[in-house]
């Protein structure tokens, strides 16, 4: 099934007719400050066997040239790994949220006619071009309390064992790494942002930034790593307070079950599982809470 | 002052780790990062990370094979002590990651499970699917983060590491950084600052590396004055998947499943691959050694991909150098079995799909073994005293370094999946003495104000000159594409005098052009290109230090292979001639240890040239012996050598005798 | 939305939620299924004399019709109803960019939601004894069979009936295929692809029935009246059903 894949994009590539030699096109959604008007800008760049979005904006970060030859600020954008295993280099191509650095330019182009589209992530604040505002996303792991709670880091012998398939349904969720594209394609989560006002203090913006993305929904990201660690046997010894968390203002209840989130995970994490999984949780969790009382 | 806080710079392994040990002490800590820490290189590691364990011990292994295999791994060019404490550290390490929720691979008891990995015969490679480092990374993120909500760890992320700041007696007082989004400069008072900024890749252009491992930290601190270890030692990986943005590591497993390595014997044969036949093949390894076929080590598989291509011309393609690496002919299944991970990454970033067609991979610089000089405190018994104030510090006090940016445990070679525990144990290890050194050292609180104002002045005008240069005539990507293209042509594979020469004055003359690099951004929001521009700028003198210490070892050893002081095996094929040429070539191998087992120190002098001086390595624990791994007449040498250790250790027994019965 | 302190709806934001999908199911989910099994058996082919007596059970409840109307039928929806327009009003929808089946499920179930209330508001003004002060209520429970068939003699009322009846119906099915993900009832993928195809089984039947009944509200043979009538006749020797 691979290889058809891959034959029809080769195929469809020549079609579209990107060569050697030839230019690519790119449009990019810009935007110079965070409250600032974006605005699009064309860029041209020499096509290359293999290439990637990254490339692509490696090489208008070296041209620092739009297609009508003015000269522009570089595009900014985030990047680290290369290898899609960082999470950083999230973005919308071609109106999908996906990772840049594995969004081949061949695949692209047969896609969706010639010419790429590039825009930030819609669901965060804009700090610049394609740079955007994740903190929230990470603000969900605190949320979640997504660890296991040891007592330190002093030798006290190995961890608890764990069977084969224990391991398995743990490790793929393990594998998240917090690109958001979950979040991004999901028709609940939607965007926060605040602004500092004038004269507010850092701590207090702090303190109200985090009260606002709490009371929002943490998303499936979050929901899935609340997940594994309550199935982790040391990390279920605090699994009462990931429920307390998933059960107040912006939990679990707010998933619409749109389901996007797990057809857009790069990793191919099984979120839906994991939101499910959460669901029978917290029904059990609140009914036991209802008795215990 | 009584209360100090602890600057970690970098949240890899190491910085994580020192991070969480810190705060578990009680230590209030700022954690600065580039990148969200989360995000950092050690998420690309996939292989593993080794100790001892309860099964490799019952086979004869212990926390001294381990030492062993590693020193022996890294030609004997570490000092031995560091190295001796991470072994014995290493199983405490893999069950605390395991306590911490590392989802390792399992046995069908529960058990954690291990492979095998190069450089040794046991199985001491814990791994959590393929992507260990990862898995490691994201338990010590988790544990950092309970303690920032905790409130005892502060987060620095999209922050630039600058200067250190160094009072009047040179001790370090903390640093200058600065907001990637803001632009906005900040000092960072501290009792002590760390360094776990990772490797230099970049400065060889494209490596396997991530985009930030520019190597920028450690020239700062290097250009304040920290002496520079071993520089020249720059590990190749054989089979990396060559890309536009970065060369993808294209795991060795790929040979041990069945991989066939090969080029067309005709140059450049533009046929596809599925249709040459056998006889127009060169399977150059498997006709070069026939004994060990593509299962060569690392180092000569690399060497013999990168001499077909470049002395031969055998490249697969014209403007790129690459040959073949061919699983085509084992079955699908097979491959989806056991190398089904590694190959989807291939499928991803290449489009195709290496079932069908063969792979074509080149090698690829991977991890820098050189780094800042850091020291160390001997206990008695020869490993490291806890706690001490030398632990892991530069030669500038109160500035440490740990993980892959400093150069104390892999010597002149890294073993496979000891870099993962190296940094996480200097990142643990350290942090006691860090806690130490906060507080320590008496200071007067107004002129410290006065030194960091200082130093934020100082990069404050560096980065309005950068902004002000917009009329320049270079672009820093084109300078940094040719940086890379020159040091990966003299300075990774081979290594020839007569062309690091050159190249030693061509870097000097683009250090020179890069005061002419024009920004094409002059905002002061988020400019990433000024930060690239400054990175460069800060790569040269590395640059510099690791060509000119490989111009100056004129030996081979470990990553390092001239091949005009290379050490051929014996030519002799009568038993006397063997002998006697054995004798020859132990006496040769002595002569050069005493030359040359020397770590190499770099000091950063006027305009970034490196002032280069040699330091004797401790090989206390274990006496250096030669590394024969596919030598001809390797078992004639290793007999004569055998033979002189065993005198060797009479004498040493004899001498200490009396010593002993005194005692 | 980030007052300094959360308000009542705020705080129990999940216990909202959670009645919410439960009076989807039940009271108001199960409503609709009695509903429109009740309408169907006008398909009975006796001129809607099943029917009748379905709707004589049902109002042999006296007095107390009208308290359990409200208890279990009209709070739990309105409740359902406003809830589900909170839900709405903080969604964004994207199946352009995101065409996948189980979004386009989620969209639609939205749009559903909103035309079958607006189609339950007309439908209770044009049949309920709660539209009579508005110029509707024609529903006559003496007089079910012929006061229904009249209403739906126009093909335009009969085609918004249908749309109407096929909202709810996709409504309630996907929304029980979805209930089962929020409760945790199928977790698995192919659990839930199990109860994906009892859901769509249940959506075809209720469908089936609710598209029948009106097809045989508008075919009932012009004298169905006078069965009508003659049901009715018996049913004059019962005490009254409702005031
Ligand atoms: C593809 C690949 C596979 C590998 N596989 C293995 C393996 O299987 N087993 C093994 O043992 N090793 C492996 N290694 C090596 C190992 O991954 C690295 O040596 C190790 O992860 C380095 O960790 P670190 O903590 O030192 O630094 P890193 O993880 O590189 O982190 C560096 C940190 O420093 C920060 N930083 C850098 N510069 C600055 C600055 N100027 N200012 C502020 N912050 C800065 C970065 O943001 C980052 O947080 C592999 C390496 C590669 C490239
Ligand atoms: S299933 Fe839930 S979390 Fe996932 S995209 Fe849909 S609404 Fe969002
Ligand atoms: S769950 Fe998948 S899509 Fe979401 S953040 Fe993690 S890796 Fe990214
Ligand atoms: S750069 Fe790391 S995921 Fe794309």
Redesign the interface.
């Known amino acids: 099934m691979?290889?058809r894949a891959?034959d029809d994009?080769?195929a469809m590539t020549d079609a579209a007719g990107a060569q050697r030699g030839e230019l690519v096109r790119v449009r990019i959604l810009r935007q110079?400050?965070p409250s600032g008007e974006s605005y699009w800008e064309r860029f041209e760049v020499p096509y290359?066997r293999?290439?990637?979005v990254?490339?692509i904006l490696?090489k208008i970060?070296?041209q620092?040239r739009s297609q009508d030859g003015r000269?522009?600020?570089?595009v900014?954008?985030?990047?680290?790994?290369?290898?899609?295993?960082?999470?950083?280099c999230t973005m919308?191509i071609n109106?999908?949220t996906r990772m840049a650095?594995?969004a081949?330019v061949?695949?692209l182009l047969a896609e969706d006619g010639d010419e790429i589209e590039l825009r930030p992530m819609s669901k965060f604040p804009v700090?610049?071009?394609l740079?955007v505002d994740?903190r929230r996303l990470?603000r969900g792991?605190?949320k979640v309390?997504?660890?296991?709670?040891?007592e330190?880091?002093y030798?006290?012998?190995?961890?608890p064992?764990?069977?084969?398939d224990?391991?398995e349904d743990?490790?793929p969720l393990?594998?998240c790494?917090?690109c958001g594209c979950c979040l991004e394609?999901c028709?609940?989560y939607?965007k926060?942002e605040?602004v500092r006002r004038e004269g507010e203090s850092e701590k207090d913006f702090e303190a109200?930034r985090k009260?606002?993305y709490d009371?929002?929904f943490v998303g499936a990201h979050a929901v899935s790593q609340a997940m594994l660690?309550n199935a982790?046997p040391?990390?279920r010894m605090i699994a009462d307070e990931r429920m307390k968390a998933l059960?107040?203002?912006?939990?679990?209840?707010?998933?619409?079950?749109?389901?996007?989130c797990v057809?857009?995970c790069p990793k191919g994490i099984?979120l839906?599982?994991s939101?499910?999984?959460?669901?029978?949780?917290?029904?059990?969790w609140?009914i036991k809470r209802l008795f215990d009382r | 002052m009584a209360h100090e806080r602890v600057l970690v710079v970098g949240g890899g392994l190491a910085g994580l780790a020192a991070t969480?040990?810190l705060a578990?002490l009680g230590i209030d800590v700022d954690l600065v990062s580039l990148?969200?820490v989360?995000?950092?290189?050690s998420?690309?590691a996939q292989g593993g990370i080794n100790s001892v364990n309860a099964l490799t011990r019952q086979q004869g292994d212990s926390e001294w094979k381990h030492f062993d295999d590693t020193v022996y791994g890294g030609d004997f060019l570490q000092h031995q002590p560091p190295v001796k404490e991470m072994a014995d550290w290493g199983p405490?390490i893999?069950?605390?990651m395991?306590?911490?929720?590392v989802?390792?691979?399992?046995?069908?008891?529960?058990?954690?499970d291990q492979r095998r990995f190069g450089g040794t015969l046991y199985k001491r490679t814990a791994f959590?699917?393929a992507?260990t480092g990862?898995?490691l990374l994201?338990?010590l993120d988790?544990?950092v983060?309970?303690w920032?909500?905790e409130g005892k760890v502060r987060k620095w992320e999209f922050w630039d590491f600058l200067a250190p700041v160094l009072d009047e007696t040179g001790r370090c007082r903390g640093a200058v950084c600065q907001d990637l989004?803001t632009m906005e400069f900040r000092s960072f008072p501290a009792g002590a600052v760390v360094l776990a900024t990772g490797g230099n890749g970049l400065i060889y252009g494209r490596s396997t590396m991530?985009?930030?491992c520019t190597g920028s930290a450690v020239s700062r601190a290097y250009q304040a004055g920290a002496w520079y270890g071993n520089g020249e030692f720059i590990q190749v990986h054989p089979t990396a998947i060559p890309?536009?943005?970065?060369l993808?590591l294209m795991s060795e497993s790929a040979r041990g499943e069945g991989g066939r390595v090969w080029v067309p014997r005709k140059p450049q044969d533009p046929r596809d691959p599925r249709s040459i036949p056998e006889s127009e093949r060169s399977y150059f390894l498997e006709e070069r050694y026939p004994k060990y076929g593509n299962l060569v080590p690392r180092d000569i598989a690399t060497r013999e991909i990168f001499d077909i291509c470049t002395t031969e011309g055998l490249s697969v393609e014209q403007d790129r150098l690459c040959v073949y690496l061919d699983l085509t002919h084992i079955p699908r299944e097979t491959l989806d079995r056991k190398l089904g991970g590694i190959l989807e990454?291939y499928?991803?970033?290449?489009?195709?799909?290496p079932?069908?067609t063969p792979m074509k991979i080149f090698p690829a610089v991977h991890y820098s073994m050189g780094g800042l000089w850091v020291d160390y405190e001997r206990s008695a018994t020869g490993g490291l005293v806890e706690g001490s104030f030398r632990n892991q510090q530069t030669s500038i006090p109160g500035l440490y370094a740990i993980g892959e940016c400093d150069y104390q445990y892999h010597g002149a070679n890294r073993l496979g999946a000891n870099s993962l525990l190296s940094c996480i144990f200097s990142g643990?290890f350290v942090a006691p003495t860090l806690a130490n050194a906060c507080g320590s050292g008496s200071r007067a609180a107004g002129d410290e104000s006065r030194l960091f104002d200082q130093e934020v002045r100082r990069q404050e005008e560096r980065h309005r000159s950068l902004l002000a240069r917009t009329a320049g005539v270079e672009?820093p990507?084109?300078l940094h594409q040719e940086l890379g293209t020159l040091m990966t042509r003299v300075a990774t594979v081979v290594r020839r005098n007569d062309q690091l020469v050159p190249a030693y004055d061509e870097v000097c003359r683009m250090a020179e052009r890069w005061t002419r690099c024009a920004v094409?951004?002059?905002?002061n929001?988020?400019n990433?290109?000024v930060v690239?521009t400054k990175a460069l700028g800060d790569m040269f003198p590395i640059a510099k230090l690791i060509l000119k210490g490989a111009l100056l070892r004129d030996e081979c050893r470990g990553a390092h292979f001239k091949p005009a002081f290379a050490m051929p095996g014996l030519k002799a094929t009568d038993p006397v001639g063997r002998r006697q040429e054995a004798e020859q070539w132990c006496d040769t191998f002595e002569a050069n240890t005493r030359r040359w087992l020397k770590s190499t120190i770099a000091t950063c002098g006027p305009g970034g040239d490196p002032e280069i001086s040699y330091q004797d390595v401790d090989t206390s624990l274990i006496p250096p012996r030669p590394r024969l791994y596919g030598l001809v007449g390797a078992d004639a040498i290793e007999e004569v050598w055998k033979e002189r250790s065993a005198r060797a250790t009479d004498h040493a027994g004899r001498a200490a005798q009396p010593a002993g019965a005194g005692a | 939305?980030?007052g300094e302190s959360?308000s009542f709806l705020?705080?129990h934001?999940?216990?909202i939620?959670?009645l919410f999908s439960l009076a989807g199911f039940v009271p108001v989910g199960a409503f609709l299924i009695v509903h429109l099994l009740t309408n169907a058996s006008i398909l009975a082919g006796d001129g809607g004399r099943t029917f009748q007596s379905r709707v004589d059970m049902i109002h042999s409840l006296g007095p107390l019709l009208v308290p359990v109307e409200w208890a279990f039928i009209f709070l739990p929806m309105i409740f359902h109803a406003v809830v589900g327009f909170v839900?709405i009003a903080?969604?964004?929808?994207?199946v352009?960019?995101?065409p996948?089946v189980?979004?386009l499920?989620?969209?639609l179930?939205r749009a559903t939601g909103m035309i079958a209330f607006a189609f339950i508001i007309w439908h209770i003004w044009q049949l309920h004894a709660l539209g009579k002060p508005f110029g509707g209520g024609r529903f006559d429970a003496h007089e079910a069979a012929s006061s229904t068939a009249a209403v739906l003699g126009s093909t335009a009322v009969s085609i918004l009936y249908c749309i109407g009846i096929l909202s709810a119906v996709f409504h309630f099915a996907n929304g029980l295929w979805?209930l089962?993900?929020?409760?945790?009832?199928?977790?698995?993928?192919a659990a839930?692809r199990r109860a994906n195809v009892v859901s769509i089984a249940v959506g075809v039947v209720l469908a089936a029935a609710g598209l029948g009944a009106v097809a045989g509200f508008r075919s009932l043979p012009a004298d169905s009246a006078s069965h009508g009538h003659a049901a009715s006749a018996v049913h004059e020797t019962l005490p009254p059903s409702s005031p």
């Open positions: 691979m290889i891959t994009a080769h110079d400050v290359e293999n290439m990637n990254i490339s490696q970060a070296a620092a000269k522009v600020a570089p900014a954008w985030d990047c680290n790994c290369l290898e899609e295993v960082c999470g950083s919308l109106g999908r650095c594995s081949l061949d695949r700090v610049r071009d740079v994740r990470f792991l605190e309390e997504a660890w296991v709670p040891v330190g880091s030798d006290l012998g190995p961890g064992r764990i069977s084969p224990e391991q743990a490790y393990s594998t790494m917090s394609a028709p609940q939607t926060v605040v109200r009260a606002a009371a929002a660690f982790h040391t990390g059960t107040r203002q912006g939990g679990i209840q707010m998933c619409g079950n749109a389901q996007n057809a857009v099984p839906t599982r939101i499910a999984r959460a669901g029978r949780a917290a029904t059990v609140a | 969480m040990r578990e990148v969200p989360k995000r950092s290189h998420v690309c405490k893999i069950d605390l395991d306590r911490l929720g989802p390792f691979n399992r046995t069908s008891e529960g058990f954690r959590a699917g992507t990862q898995q994201y338990a988790e544990q983060r309970r920032e909500v989004v991530s985009m930030v890309g536009a943005d970065k993808r990454i499928e991803k970033f290449q489009g195709v799909d079932r069908v643990l672009n990507y084109g094409s951004d002059t905002g929001w988020t990433q290109n690239f | 939305m980030s959360p705020e705080r934001q999940f216990l939620y959670r839900i903080n969604g964004l929808p994207n352009g960019s995101y996948y189980s979004n499920r989620y969209t179930q979805t089962g993900i929020t409760w945790g009832l199928w977790t698995s993928p839930m």
